[in-house]
């Protein structure tokens, strides 16, 4: 079907979206926890807050990696335009299926304190938000945009982008 084909790098725009949207949904979820514990002391929320900070600086560790493994995979894909549905690999849509089965399961079955989705759920998708938004970045400044670059490496590919 053509119609479900687009240019591969738009496929990058697709993972874009896709990450931001999921995200910031997740985001939100962590943050109606915490909402709900609106009686909790000071201690509390702030233990909260650090647990959300260190939530998303291991989560965006490793999204940063898998950004830039994926955008890499679309760029390599063989033919220009391609359905949608590849801008995630099979390996990545189990993934995908795993982790949402894995948390609908766990905050159903009460087995979890709202405590921890307060702030695991509100790193989490801060990270996810933000890789969704490396996503988009990747695609607008193209193979060379890295999120992590250090500021001598991004300054020098720059000038080298320059002259060329």
């Known amino acids: 079907m053509t119609l479900l084909k687009m240019k591969k790098e738009n496929l990058?725009?697709?993972a874009g979206v896709v990450w931001l949207l999921a995200g910031v949904n997740?985001?939100?979820i962590g943050a109606r926890a915490a909402v709900e514990m609106s009686g909790a002391a000071v201690g509390v929320v702030v233990a909260l807050v650090v647990g959300a900070v260190?939530?998303?600086f291991a989560f965006h560790a490793m999204f940063g990696t898998i950004v830039l493994k994926n955008a890499q995979r679309i760029r390599g894909l063989d033919s220009e335009r391609l359905?949608?549905?590849r801008f995630l690999d099979l390996k990545g849509y189990l993934i995908m299926a795993f982790m949402m089965s894995f948390g609908f399961g766990l905050r159903l079955?009460?087995?979890?304190p709202t405590w921890f989705f307060a702030f695991f759920y509100t790193g989490l998708g801060c990270a996810l938000a933000l890789a969704g938004a490396s996503f988009l970045l990747?695609?607008?400044?193209g193979e060379g945009w890295a999120f992590h670059a250090r500021r001598a490496e991004r300054d020098a590919l720059c000038r080298e982008e320059r002259i060329s």
């Open 54 to 56: 260190a939530a998303f």
């Open 83 to 85: 359905n949608f549905l």
């Open 109 to 112: 079955s009460g087995l979890i």
């Open 12 to 14: 990058i725009t697709v």
């Open 26 to 28: 997740v985001a939100l």
């Open 138 to 141: 990747h695609r607008a400044f």
